[in-house]
C-alpha cells in the first residue's frame, strides 16, 4: 500500500524557521494536504492542495512541493505552533485515503 | 459555524459491535463528503471510511474492510459508522470529518468519540 513518510521529530528555536517533510514516491502527482494536531484537541487543516491556507491560518504557514517530497514550512516559529503536524494525500489508483505518519515540532 | 458532533463510543468486547454516529450542521451537508479517520492512543492518524454525497459510492481502509459500514442520512444531516468483530486494535478516538470530493482535504473535524476494545 502507499506509504507517506515524515520524520518523527523537528527541533527549532523561537523565531526560527521550522521544515516539515513528506515523502512518497507518486506525490507529484498527488495534492498534499497539511494537518495540525495539539495536545486533547482534534485536528485541524492549515495547508491543503499544496499550498493553500484556509481562512484564519497565519501566512507563517506555508506548503511547497518539489519532486517526491512536499514540505510545510512554518516561518518565525512560536510556542504555539508546538504540535503535531501530519501530511495527507488520495491515491486514486486504490482510492485510499493516505496519512503520513506524523511529525512532532519541538520550539526549544 | 460547522459543527460536527460524534456520539456512541464506548467499551465494547473484542468480537463485538457498536455504532457512531456524527451529527452535523452549519453546511449544506448533501454536497459534501463524510469521512471517518481514527487515532490509536499515542499514534497517528489512520482513515477508516468515506462515502459520496449521496451514498452511491463508499470506501474503506484495508484494515476495516467487510467489519465496518459507513452509511449517511442527508434528511437528518447525519453519518454512521457500523462496526462489527471488533478487535482490540481498533481501540481509538474515532473523528468524523466533511471533504468536499475525493481529492479535497478533511476540511472540519468533530472532536471525536472514544472506542475501546477490551474484555
Known amino acids: 500500500s502507499y506509504e507517506l513518510t515524515q520524520p518523527p521529530s523537528v527541533s527549532v528555536a523561537p523565531g526560527q524557521t521550522a521544515r516539515i517533510t513528506c515523502g512518497g514516491n507518486k506525490i507529484g502527482s498527488q495534492s498534499v494536504h497539511w494537518y495540525q494536531q495539539k495536545p486533547g484537541q482534534a485536528p485541524i487543516l492549515v495547508v491543503y492542495d499544496d499550498s493553500d491556507r484556509p481562512s484564519g491560518i497565519p501566512e507563517r504557514l506555508s506548503g511547497s512541493k518539489s519532486g517526491q517530497t512536499a514540505t510545510l514550512t512554518i516561518s518565525r516559529v512560536e510556542a504555539g505552533d508546538e504540535a503535531d503536524y501530519y501530511c495527507?494525500?488520495?491515491?486514486?489508483?486504490?482510492?485510499?485515503?493516505?496519512f503520513g505518519g506524523g511529525t512532532k515540532l519541538s520550539v526549544l | 459555524e460547522v459543527q460536527l458532533v460524534e456520539t456512541g463510543g464506548g467499551l465494547v468486547q473484542p468480537g463485538g459491535s457498536l455504532r457512531l454516529s456524527c451529527a452535523a450542521s452549519?453546511?449544506?451537508?448533501?454536497?459534501?463528503?463524510m469521512g471517518w479517520v481514527r487515532q490509536a492512543p499515542g499514534k497517528g492518524l489512520e482513515w477508516v471510511a468515506n462515502i459520496k454525497q449521496d451514498g452511491s459510492g463508499t470506501y474503506y481502509a484495508d484494515s476495516v474492510k467487510g467489519r465496518f459500514t459507513i452509511s449517511r442520512d442527508n434528511a437528518q444531516k447525519s453519518v454512521s459508522l457500523q462496526m462489527t468483530s471488533l478487535r482490540a486494535e481498533d481501540t481509538a478516538i474515532y473523528y468524523c470529518a466533511t471533504l468536499f470530493m475525493a481529492g479535497s482535504s478533511f476540511d472540519y473535524w468533530g472532536q471525536g468519540t472514544l472506542v475501546t476494545v477490551s474484555s
Open positions: 452549519g453546511f449544506a451537508f448533501n454536497q459534501y463528503w
Open positions: 495527507q494525500v488520495w491515491d486514486n489508483t486504490s482510492d485510499l485515503w493516505v
